[in-house]
């Protein structure tokens, strides 16, 4: 019987094969959703499916987009913001 930790529904069951021939059973957190644009909701490009601890483990360069708002707006989302930025300055 496995620890009653262990037990919970939020944990999805992933079955291996032992070199031993025996098929056992792991317990892991599911993997979490995509991450999407804050303004127009698409999934993110350049952004890995990982939990938070094993982000920390990846590099730097791995873990987002290296430009503004990097991980946080798409690239046409981040195109209209600083067009519109542009324009707000020229107007002043």
Same mark, same amino acid.
């Given at each position: 019987? $496995? #620890?009653?930790? =262990?037990?919970?529904?939020?944990?999805?069951?992933?079955? @291996?094969?032992?070199?031993? &021939?025996?098929? $056992?059973?792991?317990?892991?957190?599911?993997?979490?959703?995509?991450?999407?644009?804050?303004?127009?909701?698409?999934?993110?490009? &350049?952004?890995?499916?990982?939990?938070?601890?094993?982000?920390? &483990?990846?590099?730097?360069? @791995? #873990? @987002?987009?290296?430009?503004?708002?990097?991980? $946080? =707006?798409?690239?046409?989302? =981040?195109?209209?913001?600083?067009?519109?930025?542009?324009? #707000? /300055?020229?107007? /002043?």
């Amino acid at each position: 019987m $496995v #620890k009653p930790a =262990l037990r919970s529904r939020s944990l999805r069951r992933v079955y @291996r094969r032992t070199p031993g &021939g025996r098929t $056992v059973v792991h317990y892991e957190r599911g993997r979490p959703g995509r991450a999407v644009c804050t303004v127009c909701g698409r999934p993110l490009a &350049g952004v890995p499916r990982v939990r938070s601890v094993e982000l920390h &483990g990846l590099s730097r360069s @791995r #873990k @987002r987009p290296n430009r503004p708002y990097g991980g $946080v =707006l798409c690239s046409s989302c =981040l195109a209209n913001a600083i067009a519109r930025a542009a324009i #707000k /300055q020229a107007l /002043q």
